[in-house]
């Protein structure tokens, strides 16, 4: 089995930034991806980010992108999420996720395991 602990999230003021980390342990996989995912109330859990096993390639949601910025450190079993510009509607539950295989994804369904959460709430 493999772990995924989330850390980083908190209260926000709008425009402000977060960083947030997970880290995985357990059953340990030479190729994996790494994604993040977030729900908010009412409403259904929707991809953000995802990078793949060699970091050479990552997926944004639209809302999201050029605002913020996924990136791992594999040594570490680490991916990060750097959350900049944040807005309220940025508000969720932030959920890491991992597939074993290299390719980075977007579909929930294709990723194996999945963190307990951090709460983000941005404040107007």
């Known amino acids: 089995q493999v772990q995924l602990v989330e850390s980083g999230g908190g209260l926000v003021q709008a425009g402000g930034s977060l960083r947030l980390s997970c880290a995985a342990s357990g059953r340990t996989f030479i190729v994996y991806a790494m994604g993040w995912f977030r729900q908010a109330p009412g409403k259904e859990r929707e991809f953000v980010a995802a990078?793949?096993?060699?970091?050479?390639?990552?997926f944004y949601a639209d809302s999201v992108k050029g605002r913020f910025t996924i990136s791992r450190e594999k040594a570490k079993n680490t991916v990060y999420l750097q959350m900049n510009s944040l807005k309220p509607e940025d508000t969720a539950v932030y959920y890491c996720?991992?597939?074993?295989?290299?390719?980075?994804?977007?579909?929930?369904?294709?990723?194996?395991?999945w963190g307990q959460g951090t709460q983000v709430t941005v404040s107007s």
């Open positions: 996720t991992l597939r074993a295989g290299a390719r980075a994804v977007v579909a929930a369904l294709e990723y194996d395991y």
């Open positions: 990078i793949s096993s060699s970091a050479s390639t990552t």
